[in-house]
């Protein structure tokens, strides 16, 4: 196989390796053999346009274009001309899916569905992404420069994916890059000849670039040393405690010691819960059976938020150990409380996949099997080394505690050191928060009473609407602005009951999971993606930390909240399991008997996100990433071109070999237009009327040259004179070593103003607008004889059909 073919080869499998890390952003996965397709029809136009040969720019352009009317066929096959030929109506529906896809990747959650228009995105961009790759390593032969787009493909996948990017992307990603650099490297080894990998060994014959036996030694160190890299760069942050947040980390908390130790990471839980609550259809992530007889205030938990800047709630970076049989009881809650410990059976969807695991709070017991350690100060589960609840089946056993509210109103000081912790606010609070919380729990007496003031007035008596197409702000005035517009979701609701109960000295705290979910016919509970959610959680001394839910329209209110008010209405009994859950079904139940104008509205159940966390919710704009990539690549590329087309060029002129004497003299002439192209880019402009002898002189005198690299020039410039007039023509040698003297010579007199220039932006690059006029010049010449030969031939036949008529 040739040069060019490895390239080719390696340049496709580079950008397919890479684009592997998209597999996990859209299910299901079809669209990758049709990129594949697609994608191969592109690397092989730019094969036959090498073959022909064009030149570069037309090679580019013409796999260009038949990207473009390989995806029209695709995807606006019933709107172009022919079926094949994009016309008006062909971008204007290009336009359409661009659209469709923008507006679904921003309201599905990851994995998004394989709609129409996200499937043009990611097929799209593949094409892209590949030409970049052929262009820079097959058509202009620089493979290192073709990391850059390979990189941004790799690194949109990563930041969609939020962290959850699995390692073997990374391997996949990296390998297809290693086998462009060997390729493009055998490939340079290859001009120079015939290579030996020097003395042979005992009872081994010797080995050369041409035979069949092991490959090159530089093949094989070049080999070795990216083995070594990829193995460093994945090993190194599973064995450093400080990155285990690296490629490792997507999923879990630290890696622990032996199942001993570890810590569990600062990871909001948040970041994609406004995406969730608009996702236009219900997916069931978990259902689970109960000998609960109400399950109306049976929220399950993932992970409380104790840390508040101003800006957002964070979990805290807290130690985690082996789940213990049975859980501690919890902190502060008196035997004083009623308390009845209910059983729960869950199973979670195999497409549901999060690091914490859902349970009713306080748990008392756990069964599960895997990799899961707990968190005591949360009372929370996270999975360790990658384990996640994805099909996972788990026991729970749990307190239902209901104090009174007299309790409530009676309870004592909270102990100082979990006060001190739990009412923290930053000195970049807005005043008016505290404030707005002191008068609306005006005239209260207990930290009771004003929870329960806050819960109402955001509830229902404040005039609040729930809205989750509210953005949900950054910086220190989020909650000011909040309070002012009384609109939002559930994020907006928590957070601010929690900051400002914390400005009334009263603990507190943000809980994220999900409300109980749904009865369903077969006695179990049916919880969907919808259910997520986000409250506030209140301690009391005596009770412990205790829910509170100020969202309006959402979940329930709890009984020690509500003055003599009838219970919610209450939820389908069920009874106890002891062995195998029910099953989780793939049809969303949820939402099935909830009217249009409630759906629209939201009040078929929330969401929170399975994903880590910012105060806004709103997560990362994909194609605002896609496009910041895109941009980036382009920018990084387009001031190199003419470094890398003038790097191409002299690695043509001084690498060419042949032992025939017409190779010879081609060497000889490469060399001495290198020299003269070298003093044009550093500013000796060229004088094509004048001998070898005499460019040679006013290169030395205009460069200001001396020594040896002035003697390199005459010397070069007396051997083009020896193989274009001499009777019998002697080429130079060692001109290679020649044209390194002139350039070095240059750099020594040159400014660095005048070498970066050189380097950067060099004049000679002017030869490629020439090169491609002429090639123009002279397609329209032959197209203009081949028309008038045409017409004369027609002309001709004309004639001849008239006299034999007449």
């Not at 790759?133 to 202009?140: G, R």
């Not at 082996?322 to 869950?346: C, H, I, M, Y």
């Not at 130079?732 to 970066?756: P, Q």
């Amino acid at each position: 196989m040739s040069g060019l073919g490895r390239l080719t080869l390696g340049a496709y499998a580079a950008t397919m390796m890479a684009a592997g890390a998209l597999l996990p952003l859209v299910r299901p996965a079809n669209w990758v053999f049709t990129a594949a397709l697609l994608l191969a029809v592109q690397s092989g136009v730019g094969v036959l346009a090498r073959r022909v040969p064009l030149a570069r720019p037309l090679t580019v352009t013409a796999q260009a274009v038949v990207s473009l009317l390989a995806l029209t066929l695709v995807f606006a096959r019933e709107q172009a001309l022919l079926g094949l030929l994009p016309g008006p109506q062909a971008f204007a529906r290009f336009a359409t899916l661009f659209q469709s896809g923008a507006d679904d990747v921003g309201t599905y959650a990851i994995p998004a569905p394989d709609t129409a228009g996200i499937r043009l995105m990611v097929i799209g961009g593949v094409l892209v992404i590949g030409l970049l790759v052929d262009t820079l390593a097959v058509t202009f032969r620089s493979a290192a420069p073709a990391g850059l787009p390979l990189l941004a493909l790799y690194s949109v996948a990563a930041g969609l994916s939020e962290g959850g990017a699995s390692w073997l992307w990374f391997l996949l990603a990296a390998s297809g890059y290693l086998l462009l650099l060997l390729a493009e490297g055998r490939d340079r080894l290859s001009q120079w000849g015939r290579v030996f990998g020097g003395a042979p060994r005992a009872g081994r014959p010797a080995t050369g670039g041409s035979g069949g036996g092991r490959p090159l030694a530089p093949v094989r160190t070049g080999r070795r040393i990216g083995v070594i890299a990829m193995g460093v760069a994945l090993a190194v942050p599973a064995v450093l405690p400080t990155l285990s947040g690296g490629l490792f980390g997507g999923a879990g908390g630290g890696p622990g010691e032996s199942g001993k130790g570890g810590t569990i990471s600062a990871v909001n839980p948040l970041v994609s819960l406004q995406d969730n609550l608009r996702q236009p259809e219900d997916r069931e992530v978990l259902r689970y059976r109960t000998n609960a007889t109400d399950t109306s205030g049976m929220y399950l938990r993932l992970v409380a938020l104790d840390q508040f800047d101003g800006t957002s709630w964070k979990s805290s970076v807290r130690p985690i150990e082996d789940v213990p049989k049975p859980l501690p009881r919890p902190d502060g809650l008196s035997a004083q409380v009623a308390t009845t410990e209910v059983t729960g059976n869950f199973v979670a969807s195999s497409t549901y996949e999060q690091k914490w695991l859902p349970m009713p709070y306080p748990a008392s017991r756990v069964e599960i099997g895997g990799r899961w350690r707990y968190e005591p100060a949360g009372r929370m589960l996270v999975g360790d080394d990658g384990q996640s609840t994805r099909g996972a089946r788990y026991t729970v056993a749990s307190l239902d505690v209901r104090p009174t509210a007299v309790q409530l109103a009676a309870a004592p000081p909270a102990p100082a050191t979990l006060r001190t912790e739990y009412t923290k606010v930053p000195d970049s609070l807005p005043l008016d928060v505290r404030a707005t919380a002191l008068q609306v729990t005006k005239g209260a007496r207990n930290d009771y009473e004003r929870a329960v003031k806050l819960q109402d007035w955001f509830a229902k008596d404040g005039g609040f609407r729930y809205d989750v197409d509210v953005e949900s702000g950054t910086g220190v005035q989020a909650i000011s602005r909040f309070l002012e517009r009384r609109e939002g979701f559930c994020v907006h609701f928590s957070f601010s009951m929690a900051a400002m109960a914390r400005t009334l000295g009263i603990p507190a705290r943000v809980a994220v999971g999900f409300m109980p979910g749904n009865a369903q016919s077969d006695g179990t509970m049916s919880v969907g993606i919808r259910d997520a959610h986000a409250w506030p959680e209140l301690y009391f001394e005596g009770a412990g930390w205790t829910r509170f839910e100020p969202t309006p329209t959402r979940g329930s209110t709890p009984e020690y909240t509500r003055q003599q008010s009838p219970t919610d209405t209450p939820s389908a009994s069920a009874q106890p399991s002891t062995s195998a859950s029910a099953a989780p079904s793939a049809v969303p139940s949820a939402s099935d008997s909830c009217p249009p104008q409630l759906r629209r509205l939201g009040e078929c159940g929330p969401d929170v996100a399975a994903g880590g966390a910012s105060s806004d919710g709103g997560g990362v704009n994909p194609l605002a990433v896609v496009l910041v990539c895109l941009g980036v690549a382009v920018v990084l590329l387009l001031p190199l071109t003419p470094l890398l087309w003038r790097t191409q060029v002299r690695a043509r002129r001084l690498g060419s070999s042949g032992r025939t004497e017409e190779d010879a003299v081609a060497r000889t002439l490469a060399a001495w237009q290198e020299i003269v192209d070298t003093a044009w880019d550093h500013g000796v402009v060229p004088d094509e009327s004048i001998t070898p002898r005499k460019t040679a002189a006013r290169i030395v005198r205009l460069g200001a040259l001396e020594g040896e690299p002035a003697n390199a020039v005459h010397r070069v410039a007396r051997a083009v004179e020896q193989v274009l007039y001499a009777p019998q023509p002697r080429p130079g040698s060692g001109l290679v070593d020649e044209v390194a003297l002139v350039r070095s010579g240059f750099a020594a007199v040159s400014s660095r103003k005048v070498r970066l220039r050189a380097l950067l932006a060099p004049r000679s690059a002017a030869r490629v607008v020439w090169t491609a006029s002429s090639r123009w010049s002279t397609l329209t010449d032959r197209w203009g004889a081949r028309r008038q030969a045409t017409t004369l031939r027609l002309t001709a036949s004309l004639r001849r059909v008239t006299r034999q008529r007449g």
